[in-house]
C-alpha cells in the first residue's frame, strides 16, 4: 500500500517561492502520473499540475502558468511542485496524489492515492 507525505508548505509573502515535495512509501512512483491539486476554504478542490509517469508530459492549470514547475525524481520516489512569485489567491490545502493505474493520471481518477496535504499561506 503505497503512502503520500507532502512536506515543504508554509508563511510566504506575496512574490515569494516555496518548494512542496511529496514522498512515497511503500510502493513506488515509479510507472504512474502524479499531481498536485489545492483546496482553499469553501471552494473545490482543484487540479494544480500533473506530471506523467517518466515525467516526459506536464499540465498546469491557468492560473499557475509561468509560475509553479512540477518534476520528478523516480529514484527518490519523489514528486515536486516549485511555486515561485506566489499570490494571496494561492493559498490553500496543497495535496499530492498518484493515479490508481499505471500510465495514468491522477486527473479525474475516483481512485487516486492521496496524501494528507501540507497548508500554504500567503500574504499581501
Known amino acids: 500500500q503505497v503512502q503520500l507525505v507532502e512536506s515543504g508548505g508554509g508563511l510566504v509573502q506575496a512574490g515569494g517561492s516555496l518548494r512542496l515535495s511529496c514522498a512515497a512509501s511503500?510502493?513506488?512512483?515509479?510507472?504512474?502520473?502524479a499531481g498536485w491539486f489545492r483546496q482553499a476554504p469553501v471552494r473545490e478542490r482543484e487540479v494544480v499540475a500533473t506530471?506523467?509517469?517518466?515525467?516526459?508530459?506536464?499540465y498546469y492549470a491557468d492560473s499557475v502558468k509561468g509560475r509553479f514547475t512540477i518534476s520528478r525524481d523516480n529514484a527518490k520516489n519523489t514528486v515536486y511542485l516549485q511555486m515561485n512569485n506566489l499570490k494571496p489567491e494561492d493559498t490553500a490545502v496543497y495535496y499530492c496524489?498518484?493515479?490508481?493505474?499505471?500510465?495514468?493520471?491522477?486527473?479525474?481518477?475516483?481512485?487516486?492515492?492521496w496524501g494528507r496535504g501540507t497548508q500554504v499561506t500567503v500574504s499581501s
Open positions: 511503500g510502493r513506488s512512483l515509479n510507472s504512474y502520473g
Open positions: 506530471i506523467s509517469w517518466n515525467g516526459g508530459t506536464t
Open positions: 496524489a498518484r493515479s490508481s493505474r499505471t500510465w495514468s493520471t491522477p486527473r479525474n481518477d475516483d481512485n487516486a492515492i
